[in-house]
């Protein structure tokens, strides 16, 4: 089924079916609560799973090649700037890892307006934004040889 | 059925936010303070396109500022891997520029690994650094966001063109997934990012896990068929790619063989690249001997394997995992970026610190910016290029005021995600400098195509509620067929004619004349598309962009008369390659109006 909602956690606040990527999280008219409507096109992404505030997503492998009794869940907090994941093997094994995300805090990119405007002639030229700067070199390269 | 239409009139458009349209966005406000630009996204730009799980590596980055490379070292890494058949300058182009691009995202906060030893990014291979990936997408979209005017959820279907130049852009137009209304772009210059293909062949996996394709599911050609339909120029759709990845899973090989150098055999432990070296030379000759071997004889050595019952190939984690930091980063590497390799590890109680995982290649894949580059022809950067590579500005089509980026521009391989981004900026910057140049002669739409258009694009809702009344339930209905139905048809052609997997990827001339007859009556059933809502539409849609692509594949394909790159596929009729021939770009163009296609070669300039 790749992602499947369980139905006593979901509240139906849709935050999966704004996320989906194969736009396949829908709420269903009957329940209120979201379910994957076309499991044959979950990348198994976890974009909803990551998303859902009340846990309600979880991932069953895809029946063609998974066997059943596995689980792999996922905290990401993006305050702490981390995500943690919880393996499940089908034996019982577990495995636990958690890793960085991001470096800086959330909406904390200083936008291209907010350096000074290039002039006019810099359009001409084949230097992008922040260059050579940004390349730690003194200049942008160019080619030796050419036609 | 035609619902209101929603007018957006900006300077410069982007069609799709991934990798290439955020650069494009970034870089566009960057250049065009006072410019209106929009990006049109068919799912969210947070977590869209083929980084929506996000990365465990950057693919492209030099380290110049390090010595490490050089730009004509790149150059001539991507032309040894594309059996010599790429557009230096557009190549040359990206690696310059793309460290800019890494030492941004740097510094907008994606953890990049360093090397202890050195306090240089940490190496995967040659040209990757290995990332804390998992929020790639949402740091740089974050970016893309603070540059433009985002609309989340619109499918761009068609380009528009001028009223009196058919060969200039004057925007798009599609429709809004949740809305339901039809968008209309009036736009200046058009920037095509809209990511590659996958299922234009069929999966190996077709039930359940039909979605587990390498190439993300929702990478539904439009990045081509948009292109081909407003008459651009496309090169090199033969040259699809095919991976050798982890089994089912496709989790990918990249960290476990070049960084964690874990061997792969086959099941009896050999060495069977090393094997079939002089088997290869016999075919391709020299080019068997380019280091690091091309990614297609790779896959054709371990296609022969295979073919000889000498399989499953394995790939060794077992011998190489001696630390908890070897198996964390293992397991990161597809934690961040294809979890469903994980599931599967867990489902079948494979833990690759005790037992290998099998390797198989996968379905082929059409796109522009792995070790393959299908895509438009563009003209280069006006200081690297050949005078007949060059007409004006840099990363435009054939078609004035187009662009390009990403999977959408040939010639140009190995770009991945970051020398996407850095595609999209070179475009961005071009546009802008368009927009300018031409601020006296704006396009205009032609109302005509426009009110074609809003009629057509809505047909399919229309053609189902009419028809679906004949039937009882179900999903059999003798007028109309489901966007599933028809993408099935077309992977099955394409898998049995034009060179799939269950053939071990050959085919030929009579198979592929076959092809174009099969897809000819598709494309007249595309017609009775039944689409029951507008997700369906939005499915209806993305197979009308596949089957575009897939038809230019097939005629690509037909048209190279030689076997270039073997492992990614073969014409069984002219098995080998054919220097110098061959040594060519093969370039198409499709007229919309008489349905017909022309095709070319044009020259491979070797100058770097
Ligand atoms: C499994 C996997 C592993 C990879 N590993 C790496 C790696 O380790 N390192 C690396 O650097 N690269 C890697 N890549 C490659 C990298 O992801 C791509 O090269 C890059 O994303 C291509 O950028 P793009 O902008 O062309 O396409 P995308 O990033 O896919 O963007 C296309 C965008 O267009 C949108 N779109 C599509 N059609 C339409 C339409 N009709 N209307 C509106 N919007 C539309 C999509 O929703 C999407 O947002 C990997 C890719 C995959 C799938
Ligand atoms: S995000 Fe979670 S709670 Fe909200 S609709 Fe989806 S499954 Fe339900
Ligand atoms: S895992 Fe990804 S593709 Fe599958 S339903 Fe969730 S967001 Fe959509």
């Not at chain 1, 139906?12 to 736009?23: F, K, L, R, S, Y």
């Not at chain 1, 981390?82 to 805090?105: C, H, M, N, Q």
């Not at chain 1, 230097?127 to 040889?145: C, F, S």
């Not at chain 2, 809702?461 to 048809?489: C, F, K, M, W």
């Amino acid at each position: 089924m790749p992602t499947y909602t369980y139905m006593t956690r979901c509240d139906g606040c849709g935050q999966c079916v704004d996320i989906c990527p194969a736009d396949i999280m829908h709420i269903d008219p009957v329940y209120r609560r979201s379910y994957n409507i076309e499991p044959n096109f979950c990348w198994e992404c976890y974009s909803c799973v990551k998303a859902c505030p009340q846990h309600a997503i979880d991932v069953r492998g895809y029946a063609d090649f998974a066997p059943l009794g596995h689980s792999v869940r996922v905290l990401r907090e993006e305050e702490h700037g981390s995500i943690a994941w919880k393996v499940r093997y089908r034996d019982g094994r577990l495995k636990e890892f958690r890793f960085p995300i991001r470096t800086t805090p959330w909406d904390s990119i200083t936008p291209p307006t907010a350096y000074a405007a290039p002039d006019r002639a810099a359009l001409d030229s084949p230097l992008l934004a922040h260059e050579p700067e940004a390349l730690y070199l003194a200049a942008l390269p160019v080619p030796q040889g050419r036609v | 059925m035609r619902p209101r239409i929603h007018y957006v009139d900006c300077d410069v458009l982007i069609v799709g936010g991934g990798f290439g349209g955020c650069g494009a966005a970034y870089e566009a406000r960057y250049w065009g303070r006072d410019l209106k630009i929009v990006v049109a996204e068919k799912a969210n730009i947070t977590r869209s396109g083929a980084v929506a799980h996000g990365l465990s590596a950057i693919n492209c980055y030099m380290g110049m500022r390090w010595g490490e490379n050089r730009p004509e070292d790149f150059v001539h890494y991507v032309r040894g891997d594309l059996m010599g058949l790429v557009r230096e300058d557009l190549v040359y182009d990206i690696a310059r520029h793309v460290d800019s691009t890494v030492h941004k995202f740097e510094e907008w906060g994606l953890p990049i690994m360093k090397d202890p030893a050195t306090g240089h990014y940490l190496r995967e291979g040659r040209w990757q650094v290995m990332i804390h990936g998992e929020s790639y997408k949402p740091i740089i979209a974050e970016a893309a966001v603070k540059s433009a005017e985002v609309h989340n959820r619109v499918m761009v279907t068609h380009l528009l063109r001028d009223k009196t130049d058919p060969n200039r852009v004057a925007g798009a137009i599609g429709f809004h997934m949740r809305e339901g209304t039809c968008y209309v772009f009036r736009a200046r210059a058009v920037i095509n990012a809209a990511g590659g293909a996958s299922h234009i062949f069929r999966p190996r996996s077709v039930g359940e896990g039909a979605g587990r394709t390498w190439y993300s599911p929702w990478s539904s050609a439009s990045a081509y068929a948009l292109l081909i339909q407003a008459g651009a120029k496309m090169i090199q759709m033969e040259n699809r790619i095919v991976l050798a990845r982890f089994k089912d899973g496709y989790g990918p090989v990249g960290a476990w063989m070049l960084l964690l150098k874990a061997p792969s055999t086959n099941a009896y432990g050999e060495d069977f690249e090393a094997q079939r070296l002089e088997e290869i030379r016999a075919l391709v000759g020299p080019y068997a001997d380019t280091r690091p071997m091309p990614t297609c004889l790779r896959n054709h050595a371990m296609l022969q394997e295979m073919k000889a019952g000498r399989g499953p190939i394995y790939m060794h984690t077992q011998n190489v995992i001696d630390s908890k930091e070897k198996e964390d980063l293992g397991w990161e590497d597809f934690l961040d970026m294809t979890v469903g390799q994980a599931v599967l590890w867990a489902a079948q109680n494979i833990d690759p610190r005790e037992r290998p995982s099998e390797l198989m290649t996968s379905e082929p894949y059409v796109m522009g910016s792995h070790a393959t580059c299908s895509g438009a022809w563009a003209s280069g950067p006006d200081d690297c290029a050949p005078t007949d590579y060059q007409w004006g500005y840099n990363r435009m089509t054939t078609v004035a005021g187009l662009f390009g980026a990403g999977d959408t521009i040939g010639g140009s391989a190995h770009k991945f995600s970051s020398g996407s981004f850095t595609e999209g900026r070179i475009a961005g910057k071009a546009a802008v400098k368009y927009v300018r140049d031409h601020a006296t002669q704006p396009p205009q739409l032609d109302e005509a195509q426009v009110q074609e258009l809003h009629q057509a694009i809505f047909r399919p809702l229309d053609t189902y509620a009419v028809n679906r009344n004949e039937i009882v339930a179900g999903s059999v209905a003798p007028h109309y067929l489901t966007p599933l139905q028809g993408l099935q048809r077309l992977e099955k052609i394409m898998d049995e004619y034009a060179g799939g997997y269950s053939l071990f990827y050959v085919t030929s001339a009579p198979l592929l004349n076959r092809a174009l007859e099969l897809v000819a009556m598709l494309k007249e059933d595309l017609h009775q598309l039944g689409a029951e809502d507008l997700h369906q539409l939005m499915r209806a849609w993305e197979l009308h962009h596949r089957v575009c692509t897939a038809e230019a594949v097939i005629r690509h394909t037909l048209f190279r008369e030689e076997t270039r790159w073997p492992g990614y596929y073969y014409r069984a009729d002219h098995p080998t390659p054919r220097d110098p021939d061959w040594h060519v770009f093969t370039a198409s163009r499709y007229d919309t109006r008489s349905d017909t296609w022309q095709l070319e070669k044009l020259p491979v300039h070797h100058f770097i």
